[in-house]
């Protein structure tokens, strides 16, 4: 007998063939080591330093000395140019020839002035030049980037070392043998199915045995017997599976964070280098298709690199191989951005992507974010997408999500259909364990027959590789794996859906990740930029259309400002920038991108404001506007500082003094203001003032006005909260432990790993109360319309906080006016509050509505919320009584048994060893309440903490009308707006904000001749109807009826 099969163990026959094709093992004498069989050395490598990431039209002009292999560049972030001079050798004309780099480092080849492949040294080691003429001097240059794929730190997530260098270790030309190319994938997939098929599966064996036959049948450098080999290899390949097999859906992917552990102008090259990769090898593999997400980057890659940028447009429109998928600006926080930043994401993506791509995108891409909001549905849907994908809920610590493709359901009942890719991963290297996982973890099997599979390099780029598609290639349809092909999004959730949906499982309210808990509060003064621009912006186009309505001067409102503005927020919305988990140099460049919205914002408001008024006649005549759609009660603080702001007959007001001083000689004054007016302080001082006041009494200090009446003791703690109206205590206090109203308290932060994202639930077994003094507590304020105490409080020897407590006339919440010098290393700061409330939910302000999480751990879905999000409020109510915490600029919240819980300050040192050092300044308060937070208005008072009156010297040109009014509180005016494609209609979004169906007549002073509904991207709906009735402006008003947080923006045409 010629040849037997010899009986061996399977590890043994799976190494053999394992070393055969190994990078690390006998390359001496396997086949990876014949794969470039020829080498040949570049006839001259020259090299130029720049100062910073310079076009190419300029680097090429600047002069280049000779280098060589072996020398080093640096430092890290900077940039290094080379000119690589190189001649084909005649005889390797009719082989592929490619050049070799490695710098270990990322770099970019350019090839006739444009960007040609991507480089770095963990994979794309090597560019394609066979379309160089052999024998003739060729000439590209390289620009090499001071940096790795994952940046310059140590680890993963260590921050930069700002002194790395890079070698230049390899500069050549060499061949690339494809036949040995192909067989060793031959190989690999075999290795790969033997495996990872279960031994219960006899194709298993049969790859065993056909992998073993080829590895026989192979002899190193023999191309005839590659032939035979490769002749074996087709023939397992062509067998089919059956048709039932489950349907793989690939794609490739290159997931490009626009900012994390490199700056965001580094990103701008991660964008050419993975691009330029990516369509050069679309030309070589035709059925290749790549998702690609985020406006912003393509954007980008149109004023930096527009050939490339045009290439990419023409393979869009006519080889639909280079797909534009999610819809928004940036791929933004899940979590934090308001619910009007959540419809700018859209609406400028959306936009970009039909002006540049002739049209939108209908799948909504969201990999890598680390939560995703119970409001999003809605916004998906209005903005004419259908379906969601993401996967980051496979990251969640405790529980296992149960869904692969089901429908979410958000707060309002919208729904999207929705996928996350069972390889639980956004960059697979598609092998045969991420195929088959696709099955394995599929959560629906039986209801769904189809996956998607995302493969390419990620987070820092870089994107497939050939190895991969090549990969795919022999997996596409061959029996032991599912069905494999090349998809986009669109033809994936087209297949389900023509198999039918009606099988599928729906998830009610937000995708929570039980992981990143951390992130709600990372990086404080990002958070409180980002709180405060987005307020900014809003009054900014108020008044800019209330403007342009009232002086019918088309072409005034300042549309491309207020866009660049708008862009730069959701840029810095991305999901690792808002969260705080990026290095320093993108928190400073984000807050460098803050400045400039709040300079240029604060001019536009001025600009806008000032023209709706003449002048102040004389001192102590000021305006006040009301940007909110209901009264504003409340006591102001003008801004000037003059003893004769206003004048005795204005000061006195009946019996009571409606006017005064604060502690640092402001002038003090109550009043009450229209909703969204412009009104003068005289105007709306209010006549009927009930004073505050304040006593101190046995080392505490008592507040009182009608609503409250607080007890505070030297550590600024609330012993004590009394609510008039219902003769409730608000809190439940106890000396044991330091159980009070107001009380910081700090925890040890250690995560597992990932320092800056994640706060585990083992911290809350470290609580210690703040309880020693700097100084004894002091009245600050004594008047009639404000008393107010200040405390010093000592966290550390390096760490203090200094405190204001404030009750006003008229309010009807406790306001904390809070300084902290912090500078920990590895904790937690919180204040807490222990309500006298008794509820097994608190319920959480979020884009547009709010939501009820348990205050119990009852199961581990319970108990994993242990950190959770809230915007401006969060709320504990029984019936007839509740506590609501109010907040301007803070995210993270936590409510257990009856303990509240705002978080203030974390102290990571990874990737920023800097977050969060440093001073600090925000506000909270606390609200008891009668009834529903809805019934005592908690929302609105949360807004004015957040968006209060803007007060400025000037006359009224006019008596003082509302330009806007709502007759139902449960609708709020949330946007007014300019349209983006006219001149002369307002956008007006509003939205129910109590979780019930609401009916409300909406009046405007403004010369509106008509409405009609529109979606958030501003495209009228073809039946001008909401919830079956048509919209209709008559006689100065709209009556309308929206569902529970039903958001609705209506085009307002003017006259």
């Known amino acids: 007998m010629s040849e037997t099969f010899v009986l061996k163990s399977r590890r043994c026959t799976l190494e053999k063939a394992e070393k055969l094709i190994s990078d690390a093992y006998f390359t001496d004498v396997n086949l990876r080591g014949r794969l470039y069989p020829d080498k040949h050395p570049v006839t001259a490598i020259y090299h130029c330093a720049v100062d910073d990431r310079i076009p190419y039209q300029e680097a090429i002009t600047k002069e280049f000395t000779k280098t060589e292999i072996g020398k080093t560049f640096g430092p890290t972030w900077s940039t290094h140019w080379f000119r690589i001079e190189f001649s084909i050798p005649e005889d390797w004309v009719d082989k592929e020839v490619r050049l070799a780099w490695n710098s270990n480092s990322e770099a ?197 690199y527009p050939c490339m940028f045009e290439r990419i447009q023409k393979n869009s429109a006519k080889k639909e191989q280079f797909i534009p998928v999610g819809g928004v600006w940036v791929e933004m926080d899940g979590n934090l951005p308001s619910g009007e930043s959540f419809v700018r994401q859209f609406l400028y993506g959306q936009r970009f992507f039909l002006r540049e791509f002739k049209s939108k995108c209908n799948v909504f891409w969201l990999p890598d974010t680390f939560g995703y909001s119970a409001q999003l549905p809605q916004i998906i849907r209005e903005a004419g997408i259908k379906y969601f994908v993401t996967q980051k809920l496979s990251w969640s610590l405790v529980n296992k999500f149960p869904h692969s493709t089901f429908w979410w359901e958000g707060i309002d009942g919208s729904r999207c259909l929705t996928h996350f890719p069972p390889a639980n991963d956004y960059g697979t290297s598609a092998k045969v364990k991420d195929v088959l996982k696709t099955v394995t973890e599929n959560k629906d099997k039986g209801r769904v027959n189809h996956s998607m599979l995302l493969f390419g390099y990620g987070d820092g780029g870089g994107g497939p590789s050939e190895e991969m598609l090549t990969r795919l290639e022999r997996m596409k349809n061959v029996d032991g794996l599912p069905r494999v092909k090349q998809s986009t999004p669109q033809a994936f959730f087209e297949s389900v859906e023509r198999d039918g949906t009606a099988n599928l499982c729906t998830w009610i309210g937000e995708l929570y990740l039980e992981l990143h808990q951390g992130t709600f509060t990372t990086q404080a003064k990002i958070k409180k930029y980002n709180r405060k621009m987005e ?225 585990m639930d083992y911290h809350l077994e470290t609580r210690k109360p703040i309880t020693k003094m700097r100084s004894q507590a002091s009245i600050l304020d004594s008047s009639q319309l404000r008393c107010s105490i200040e405390t010093k409080l000592s966290i550390s020897d390096s760490s203090w906080i200094d405190q204001v407590i404030s009750l006003d006339s008229g309010s009807p919440y406790l306001r904390f006016t809070t300084e902290v010098h912090w500078n920990e290393n590895h904790k937690f700061l919180k204040v807490e509050f222990p309500l006298n409330v008794r509820s097994t939910n608190a319920t959480y302000e979020i884009q547009f509505g709010h939501l009820q999480r348990p205050t119990h751990f009852n199961t581990s879905w319970d108990s994993a919320r242990y950190e959770v999000v809230g915007h401006k409020w969060a709320d504990l109510s029984e019936h007839g009584f509740g506590v609501a915490l109010l907040n301007d600029s803070k995210y993270g919240h936590s409510c257990h048994d009856n303990i509240m819980r705002l978080s203030l300050l974390r102290s990571p040192k990874s990737p920023d060893p800097t977050a969060d050092m440093g001073k600090h300044h925000f506000t909270y308060a606390i609200m008891p309440h009668k009834g529903s937070f809805q019934e005592s208005h908690v929302i609105q008072h949360a807004y004015n903490l957040n968006n209060s009156l803007v007060v400025f010297p000037g006359t009224l040109m006019s008596q003082a009308d509302s330009y806007f009014t709502v007759d139902n509180p449960a609708v709020v005016i949330d946007t007014i707006k300019l349209a983006e494609d006219h001149e002369d209609v307002l956008v007006m979004r509003l939205f129910e904000a109590y979780g019930g169906q609401a009916t409300t007549r909406i009046h405007s002073s403004l010369p509106v001749q008509r409405a009609i509904r529109c979606n958030i991207l501003e495209e009228a709906t073809s039946d001008n109807c909401l919830n079956g009735n048509v919209v209709q402006w008559k006689d100065g008003f709209i009556e309308i009826t929206l569902t529970p947080f039903q958001i609705v923006s209506l085009l307002l045409y003017l006259r």
Not at 143 to 169: H, K, Q, R, V, Y
Not at 208 to 233: H, P
Request: net charge negative.
């Open 108 to 304: 970019l080849v350019w090839l006739d002035g444009s960007p040609f492949h991507g480089l770095n040294k963990d994979n794309h080691k090597h560019v394609d030049v066979s379309s160089q003429q052999a024998g003739l001097k060729q000439t590209v240059f390289i620009e090499m980037a001071c940096n790795t794929m994952f940046g310059a730190g140590s680890g993963l997530i260590g921050p930069p070392n700002p002194d790395m260098t890079f070698a230049l270790n390899q500069v050549e030309l060499v061949t690339f043998d494809r036949v040995v190319f192909e067989l060793i994938h031959d190989i690999e997939t075999l290795v790969d199915m033997a495996t990872h098929i279960p031994e219960t599966d006899q194709r298993s064996f049969q790859s065993l045995y056909t992998m073993n036959s080829i590895v026989n049948a192979c002899t190193v450098g023999d191309r005839e017997s590659y032939k035979l080999a490769g002749q074996i290899a087709r023939k397992f390949f062509s067998e089919t599976p059956g048709s039932s097999s489950h349907t793989v859906h690939a794609m490739g992917h290159a997931h490009i964070d626009s900012a994390w552990l490199w700056p965001y102008a580094e990103t701008i090259r991660k964008c050419a280098r993975s691009w330029s990769t990516t369509l050069q090898l679309m030309d070589r593999f035709p059925d290749f298709k790549f998702v690609c997400s985020q406006a912003q980057q393509y954007d980008w890659v149109k004023l930096h």
């Open 535 to 759: 307020f900014l912006l809003r009054n900014v186009e108020l008044a800019q259309s209330i403007l342009l309505a009232r002086s019918g001067q088309r072409g005034r409102y300042p549309r491309s400002q207020l866009q660049r503005l708008w862009q730069g927020l959701l840029l810095n919305q991305f999901h690792d920038v808002l969260p705080g988990s990026c290095i320093k140099q993108v928190v400073d460049d984000a807050i460098g991108i803050y400045e400039d919205i709040d300079k240029t914002a604060s001019e536009l408001l001025d600009q806008g404001l000032n023209a709706l008024v003449q002048p102040a006649e004389q001192r102590g005549q000021y305006c006040i506007f009301n940007p909110n759609s209901w009264w504003q009660h409340q006591v102001i603080a003008l801004p000037e500082v003059h003893e004769d702001d206003i004048t005795p007959k204005q000061a006195k007001i009946q019996k009571h003094e409606a006017v005064t001083k604060d502690h640092s000689g402001r002038t003090l004054v109550l009043v009450a203001v229209p909703p969204m007016s412009l009104s003068s302080s005289a105007d709306t001082m209010m006549s009927d003032v009930k004073p505050v006041c304040i006593e101190s009494c046995e080392g505490a200090f008592k507040l009182e006005n009608e609503h409250l009446v607080a007890l505070i003791d030297n550590l600024g703690r609330v012993v004590s909260l009394k609510h008039k109206e219902t003769d409730r205590e608000a809190f439940k206090t106890n000396t044991q432990g330091s159980v009070y109203g107001n009380q910081f308290v700090i925890f040890d932060d250690i995560p597992l790993f990932w320092d800056a994202w994640d706060v």
